[in-house]
């Protein structure tokens, strides 16, 4: 029986491994250290890619029917284990239990839609002459590097397609959220072959070693913009294959024929599901000038209502930011706002006194478009809503961003919420609906918000080389027989 709530450690190999150092974990509502977790020395990185190469051997050549058993066995792991899974979650990362269910049993999802994809191989030519054929090769050892908002999801998201695939991988989560992560690393040897699957747990400078070493083929990242570039330049060492999942700033464009009542709780969750801290959280709320006012009331009152705390607390929608860097980065907004005499249409008031990282949802009125707060990725319940009269105008406020990720339309006439849709520069727009994904639907970023996708048969693709191999059946350069020849 495995404890999730003590002796978090590093599975290698299919052992379980402790680390000379340690650091800890937080609880962020209550800024209580959740336990002691191991910080991976670069000799154990070693280790990990050693084994995860001399597993490729094997696992490159097995079946897909085994390795799709293999991702249904951590589906039916995750979901024997959710109840634990989603406590833990809510204990490391703060989300509530709503968020927590979504993500964990969102986890088993993916890894049994994942498990039904495959990628067969082309036949780009097949006559008496000649047979050509591309095949979708393993690329060998993948490093899979994690962020603390959607800890375990964004690990499954790489998990998933690389085994799938043929590839053996190496995962280390974020050091603010490694607990889940190590606990599905623990559970897994059951079900998979060691080295297969390992995982590592430290801080940044384990994500550079990553990335430099030479054992590893691909990298698979999701993260910030600047540590995704990092990663690329580090990663040209020998020059292996990246997918960057980096950061957002989406618009949400509003036009006037909604109605603001009915509207305002998609836009609230638009903007603050998992307390913003999200990438594709709505981080830029253009509304027509027409229901501005209206509108603005409505978001208000419903952010009145909505219950902020712990998420351990079954009546808790809300939890606080994840841990103190994010805390103070999102203060620093807040400050910006008040030296800038920006108005708080709600919130606004910090109590650094409080036992958690807790920071009040705020609405921002009507900044300018040049502010920090418009121009940049807080990652925090903080949002500006902005007006806007004029459709081209508004479109080219929307895409003057260096970020692509996603953006979102709402209203009600379809011609034009199509239109305006169309025409913004995103990974992923919706259409009156957000945050809507799928296994089968492609995810990514454009421009500075990524490289490559996750998700869907391209986001397969990403995990492994074209491998063209040609048959010429009419070989006709061969030794003659002896009987011939004689
Ligand atoms: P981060 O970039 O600080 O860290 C992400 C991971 O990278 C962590 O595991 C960290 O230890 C590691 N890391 C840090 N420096 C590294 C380096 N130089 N080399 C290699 N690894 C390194 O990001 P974060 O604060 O954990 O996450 C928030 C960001 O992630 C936001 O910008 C958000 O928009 C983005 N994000 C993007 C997506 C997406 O799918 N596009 C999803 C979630 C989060």
């Known amino acids: 029986m495995i404890d999730f709530d003590s002796d978090y450690k590093q599975t290698i190999n299919g052992r379980l491994v402790g680390a000379d150092r340690t650091f800890a974990a937080f609880n962020p509502a209550t800024c209580e250290v959740i336990d002691a977790v191991p910080d991976a020395s670069q000799a154990q990185l070693n280790e990990a890619v050693a084994a995860a ?74 006559t008496a002459d000649r047979r050509v054929i591309t095949r979708f090769s393993p690329l060998g050892v993948v490093g899979g590097i994690v962020p603390w908002n959607f800890p375990v999801l964004l690990a499954i998201w ?41 995982v590592v747990s430290g801080g940044d400078d384990l994500g550079k070693w990553m990335t430099a070493h030479p054992g590893i083929s691909k990298i698979a990242f999701t993260g910030h913009t600047e540590t995704g570039k990092s990663v690329m330049r580090s990663a040209a060492g020998n020059l292996k294959r990246i997918t960057l999942e980096l950061g957002g700033n989406d618009p949400a ?13 998609e836009l609230f969750w638009a903007a603050f ?20 006012d209206e509108l603005l009331r409505e978001l208000v009152a419903f952010t009145k209502s909505v219950v902020v705390g712990d ?18 980065k999102v203060i620093d907004y807040f400050t910006d706002c008040i030296e800038n005499e920006y108005r708080f249409a ?41 007006k806007w009269r ?10 003057d961003t260096r970020y692509g990720l996603g953006a979102s339309v709402w209203g009600s006439d379809l011609e034009a919420v199509q239109r305006i849709g169309e025409q913004l520069e995103a990974g992923t727009v919706w259409l009156n609906e957000v945050h809507q994904y799928s296994p089968h639907q492609a995810f ?43």
């Open 253 to 265: 464009i509003v036009l006037p024929d909604v109605d603001p009542k009915k509207i305002a709780p």
């Open 53 to 126: 190469g001399a597993a490729f051997r094997s696992w490159r050549n097995s079946p897909v029917a085994e390795r799709s058993r293999a991702l249904n066995a951590i589906a039916d792991l995750i979901e024997k284990h959710a109840e634990s899974f989603m406590t833990l979650l809510t204990r490391e990362q703060g989300k509530p239990r709503a968020g927590a269910q979504w993500e964990i049993m969102g986890s088993a999802i993916w890894c049994r839609e994942i498990a039904k994809q495959s990628l067969p191989d082309e036949i780009v030519e097949d």
């Open 390 to 399: 004029d459709e081209a105008d508004v479109i080219r406020r929307a895409n």
């Open 346 to 386: 709600v919130g606004g008031q910090i109590d650094r006194g409080a036992s958690g990282w807790f920071i009040p949802v705020t609405l921002v009125d009507n900044p300018p478009e040049d502010s920090r707060i418009v121009r940049e990725e807080p990652f925090g319940p903080i949002l500006p809503v902005l």
């Open 273 to 292: 599901q998992n307390n913003a801290q999200f990438c594709n959280a709505t981080k830029r709320l253009y509304v027509h000038e027409d229901i501005y």
């Open 444 to 486: 990514g970023g454009h421009k500075q918000s990524g490289i490559g996708c996750e998700n869907s048969l391209h986001g397969l693709m990403e995990y492994t080389n074209w491998h063209t191999i040609t048959l010429n059946r009419k070989f006709g350069f061969g030794r003659q027989s002896a009987t011939k020849a004689a």
């Open 311 to 328: 998420g351990a607390r079954p009546e808790t929608q809300l939890g606080p930011i994840q841990n103190q860097p994010q805390y103070e």
């Open 158 to 198: 790489k998990i998933a397609p690389a085994l799938m695939t043929g590839n053996t991988i190496i995962i280390k989560p974020s050091p603010f959220t490694p607990l889940c992560t190590l606990k599905l690393g623990e559970l897994c040897r059951d079900v998979l072959p060691p080295g297969v699957f390992n």
